[in-house]
């Protein structure tokens, strides 16, 4: 059975930073591209970065380049997503996914609150 795991949130003064990491399970890592998502309340859910399957080419939402960086370690089967100067328009639950070709599977999500 697919999971993927996601970890690290949690509650961070404005200016603070955060590591997010998504363990993922049961499947060949490597071959996936690998995104974080956010969601927050009453707001749809927006793409937040990307890192792709070979080469670690990435991409970025506007609102985080800059700030956030997206990596992969194939060999723990765990992406990350480091949060600097994290804003209260921040919080949100982030979600990390698995795509490979026509398959896709979400995390459950982990919650990041930014607040004073």
């Known amino acids: 059975q697919v999971q993927l795991v996601e970890s690290g949130g949690g509650l961070v003064q404005p200016g603070g930073s955060l590591r997010l990491s998504c363990a993922v399970s049961?499947?060949?890592?490597?071959?996936?591209?690998m995104s974080w998502y956010r969601q927050a309340p009453g707001k749809e859910r927006e793409l937040v970065a990307t890192i792709v399957s070979v080469g670690g080419s990435t991409n970025y939402a506007d609102s985080v380049k800059g700030r956030f960086t997206i990596s992969r370690d194939n060999a723990k089967n765990t992406v990350y997503l480091q949060m600097n100067r994290l804003k209260p328009e921040d919080t949100a639950v982030y979600y990390c996914?698995?795509?490979?070709?026509?398959?896709?599977?979400w995390g459950q999500g982990t919650q990041v609150t930014v607040s004073s």
């Open positions: 996914k698995a795509v490979y070709v026509r398959t896709t599977y």
């Open positions: 049961s499947l060949t890592f490597s071959s996936y591209a």
